[in-house]
């Protein structure tokens, strides 16, 4: 087998501790860059399911791995650092945990010595864990939080740097605090609201469910991520995250309030409706605070084209897109329930949705709400 060509930054060898989800798809990007990887995991099985996919190989006698990457659960993550610090002398460590600050706490309270270990976090994931849903693309494109102090030396961050950007994040940096405050906001509490949302579905009748389109979809996708991995990430981040569940618990009470005070004829106290409307209004500005596409602030525009559910119909779809010189910025796929047909939900700059829908329409597509 040719070995694949060397296109990293980093020299390796890296070490990845916890060949599941992160360590697996961590070993399979710098494996594809030709860096040399050594796995291990707590898990003979897991272990060698990660090396049958090809994220790398197993430890042996005098390894001297440059970096350490420890990618196990939270619970665990504190003592595994402090072992691979003293393990691997001349090696940087960092971790990949969703939490930054009760690993470090637990870590200068039992007086370990930090100035090799630099924390991380690449914000990306998937619902499912192990190495069977590995992917080395899994950071491309996403932010990679790096946590250094003060004493953290320039070459050991630097090395951690070239870690995120090997495998196409961008790094950032920010404190254990900042990064637990944020990721509480866009990460722990959308997975709460999530799996409560979805949890409404579980009585409902059988019809009710079958109405499901593209909104409940999109607001209840992580509600199938693994429990055990997430009663870790909330208990080890449980203050941030009951601050912000505080606050959208009270809004949720405004918006119950002030629809309770409607009544049978219509009739409300003054304010009641203004209420409701401020509480979606505010929705649309906070939305409209995400990054798009490269993180740019912008916002993009949608044409639905229904597309016939006959093979290579897609194909075709996308092929002529790029024929009329449309640059497709998200595509989104919808299925009608009961119909041969499916709705391709395609994002482009405002600019061009006119033309995309002549083109389309002069080719002979239909375009939904035309
Ligand atoms: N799942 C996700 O979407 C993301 C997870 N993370 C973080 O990455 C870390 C790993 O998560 P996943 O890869 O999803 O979990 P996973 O369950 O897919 O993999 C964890 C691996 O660690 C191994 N392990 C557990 N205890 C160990 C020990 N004491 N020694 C050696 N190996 C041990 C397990 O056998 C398993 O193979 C967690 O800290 C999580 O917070 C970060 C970003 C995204
Ligand atoms: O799928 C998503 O949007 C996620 O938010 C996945 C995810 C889960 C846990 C993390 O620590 C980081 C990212």
């Known amino acids: 087998m040719n070995e694949p060509e060397r296109s990293a930054r980093l020299a390796g060898p890296v070490r990845v501790v916890g060949a599941g989800l992160l360590g697996a798809s961590i070993g399979l990007a710098l494996c594809a860059h030709g860096v040399d990887v050594i796995l291990d995991d707590a898990s003979p099985s897991a272990l060698d399911l990660a090396i049958d996919y090809g994220a790398g190989r197993r430890a042996a006698v005098g390894d001297a791995p440059v970096l350490v990457v420890v990618c196990v659960p939270p619970d665990v993550t504190a003592p595994l650092i402090e072992r691979e610090l003293a393990a691997h002398p001349d090696a940087v460590v960092t971790d990949v945990a969703s939490v930054k600050l009760e690993p470090f706490l637990a870590l200068q309270r039992r007086g370990v010595d930090l100035t090799r270990y630099i924390g991380s976090h690449p914000l990306s994931g998937r619902e499912r864990g192990g190495a069977i849903s590995a992917r080395a693309d899994l950071f491309y494109g996403r932010p990679w939080v790096i946590c250094r102090d003060a004493e953290t030396p320039g070459w050991a961050l630097g090395l951690v740097e070239d870690l995120a950007l090997d495998l196409g994040s961008t790094p950032l940096e920010m404190t254990p605090e900042e990064h637990d405050r944020s990721v509480a906001l866009v990460s722990h509490v ?62 949720l009470d405004t918006v119950v309030a002030a629809l309770t005070s409607i009544n049978s004829e219509g009739e409300a106290t003054p304010g009641t409706r203004r209420a409701i409307a401020d509480a979606i209004a505010a929705g649309n500005a906070g939305v409209a605070r995400l990054p798009g596409k490269h993180g740019q602030n912008r916002r993009f525009v949608t044409l639905t084209v229904m597309v016939d559910d006959t093979p290579g119909a897609l194909g075709r779809l996308l092929t002529e897109l790029g024929e009329i010189g449309v640059n497709m910025e998200d595509l989104r796929l919808e299925h009608s329930p009961g119909a041969q047909i499916g709705f391709a939900e395609i994002a482009v700059v405002p600019e061009v949705k006119q033309r995309a829908i002549d083109d389309l329409v002069a080719r002979g597509w239909r375009i939904a709400g035309l």
């Not at 959308?190 to 593209?214: C, K, N, T």
């Not at 607001?219 to 601050?243: C, F, G, M």
Request: proline share 6%; glycine share 4%; hydrophobic share 50%.
């Open 190 to 251: 959308p997975q709460v609201v999530a799996s409560l949302l979805a949890a409404r579905l579980i009585d409902a009748p059988e019809i009710a469910v079958a109405l499901a389109g593209q909104g409940v979809r999109d607001t209840t996708r992580i509600a199938s991520s693994d429990p055990s991995l997430w009663l870790q990430i909330l208990r080890a981040n449980a203050e941030p995250v009951v601050e912000v569940l505080r606050d959208l618990s009270r809004d």
